[in-house]
């Protein structure tokens, strides 16, 4: 709790002095590892913004796009003209794995820039990339028992620290 | 009640008689696989860890790769790559409806011996229930893409130092082995030659000096009795 009230207070430091753009959006990303749909609205103040999103990563074992990847980020503009927005954002989601050899929730943790391209005159669309470094690993036993012998060994998961997507993103009041 | 906490560490508990087989990493543990555009990732080798009686039955595999266990192979078209670990499969014996030693994604290795392919240390806890008689150890490591100047890409079928074409092996598999008897404290499994470059055969082949980079993908092999 303590950390979450450290990041608010953060951001609303950082963000102090800059002009808001419109955040709340609807929007949907793709990265090598993931794709997402997200939910995002402004909050506590003006210039703060919180998104939650639920999607799907190929992060474990299998490579199959079929973990289910939610969580929740906060971030603001530290940059903001006409057509661009750059803000500065963190986050904390869940990572379910989803393979026939383990079953984990990885907690994960993120830190990135988030980039906002307005397209149009409308102001309601626009091109999103989000590029930082997240954190996220698990480890987990596996053990197998057959006639005389017992096996076990640790594994261990771990997403890649690499965040990067790009996205489309609609601008609602 | 899922806990924030990425730093939960899972722990083999040995008890007395267990038997700990720890592979440590060497110089060339991963290996550069391309992806697109020049840019590359760096693999770590798919390998098997199995046990025979002294007499060179096969008894029971111990732990193998998620890719050759379960045929998760990326991007094979099809390829079975029946070089990745030809000794194995062959001691193994197992044949697969289209005729290969390989476990199909239909019929897979189970899932307790199947994992990830570590990118640093592994460490396996081995419980004999009647550990009287001595056991064989052994262990085939292999690189995709490994070429150097005697197993290249260019190597034709038919070939002796043909290894899969431009995707296959290259150098080929390596094996280790060693005997670890009911009174053995603790030990280190040795190098005992390398596969078939094709995966044609389960022959052992003890010519090292084609050999470059393979030999050193593991750094070494510590079998510990508890």
Known sequence: MKKIAFATALFTLISFGVKSQNPNQVSARLSTNQFELGYQRKFIQQKIWGETYIGLGNQDINKKFDDIVTGLRIGTPVLVNKKNVINIAAGIGLYFSNNEIYSIVTPVYSGFIAYNRFIGKTEKHSLLINLGYQYGKKDYKQEYSIDDIYTATIGSFKVSPVYFSVGYGFHFK | ?226
């Open chain 2, 1 to 226: 009640m899922v806990g924030f906490s990425s730093c939960e560490k899972e722990e083999l508990s040995f008890t007395e008689g267990d038997i700990q087989i720890e592979i440590e990493t060497g110089e060339h543990w991963l290996h550069d696989f391309p992806l697109l555009l020049g840019i590359t990732k760096k693999n770590p080798p798919q390998f098997a860890i199995w046990l025979e009686d002294t007499k060179g039955n096969y008894l029971s595999t111990v732990f193998a790769t998620y890719k050759i266990a379960t045929e998760g192979w990326q991007s094979n078209n099809g390829n079975r790559r029946k070089e990745a670990l030809p000794y194995w499969c062959h001691q193994r014996g197992v044949v697969y409806e289209d005729g290969l030693l390989l476990p199909t994604k239909e019929n897979p290795l189970a899932d307790g011996i199947t994992g990830a392919t570590p990118v640093v240390n592994k460490t396996l806890q081995l419980r004999l229930k009647s550990f009287n008689e001595p056991v064989v150890i052994k262990a085939e490591f292999n690189h995709s893409i490994d070429f150097n100047e005697f197993f290249p890409e260019d190597a034709k079928v038919g070939d002796a130092n043909y290894s899969g074409g431009d995707m296959g092996s290259g150098q080929p598999a390596i094996v280790y082995a060693g005997t670890i008897y009911p009174e053995t404290k603790d030990m280190e499994l040795q190098i005992i030659g390398h596969s078939s470059p094709d995966g044609s055969n389960g022959n052992i082949n003890t010519d090292f000096e084609k050999l470059t980079t393979s030999k050193t993908i593991v750094g070494k092999i510590k079998v510990t009795k508890k």
